[in-house]
């Protein structure tokens, strides 16, 4: 009887969190749409980052800063680099070296600006 009752409490809870991931998706597709449409002050959506994304974005605003200075040497750009890398995983963008495109300091400004705006 206690295996039954425990076959049971595992298929429910197997269920249970199917059923939190199919949520989970569908509000980050919610968010994405809203962000897509820039609807986040329509909908009072405030963006939550995690200390991980904002260590990548404190650190890519110190590197900009490094940038226009014009006092950057290799290890910059190779931190650069590194953290770019890390905040497109983080935000579940594709990092595919096969479209590689050339480092653009406009882009690493627009990550920044999008920071700030928070």
Do not use: W
């Amino acid at each position: 009887m206690k295996d039954l009752l425990d076959l049971e409490t595992e298929l429910e809870i197997k269920a249970l969190r199917r059923e939190l991931e199919k949520l989970k998706d569908e509000n980050d597709r919610f968010r994405k749409v809203i962000e897509e449409h820039d609807l986040v002050e329509e909908a009072k959506i405030t963006k939550v980052i995690s200390p991980e994304e904002k260590i990548c974005l404190d650190g890519i605003m110190h590197l900009t800063e490094v940038f226009k200075n014009g006092t950057f040497d290799k290890s910059d750009v190779t931190n650069f680099d590194f953290l770019h890398k890390n905040i497109r995983l983080i935000r579940g963008q594709s990092n595919d070296t096969k479209k590689k495109k050339k480092f653009d300091v406009n882009e690493a400004l627009k990550i920044v600006d999008g920071y700030k705006d928070k």
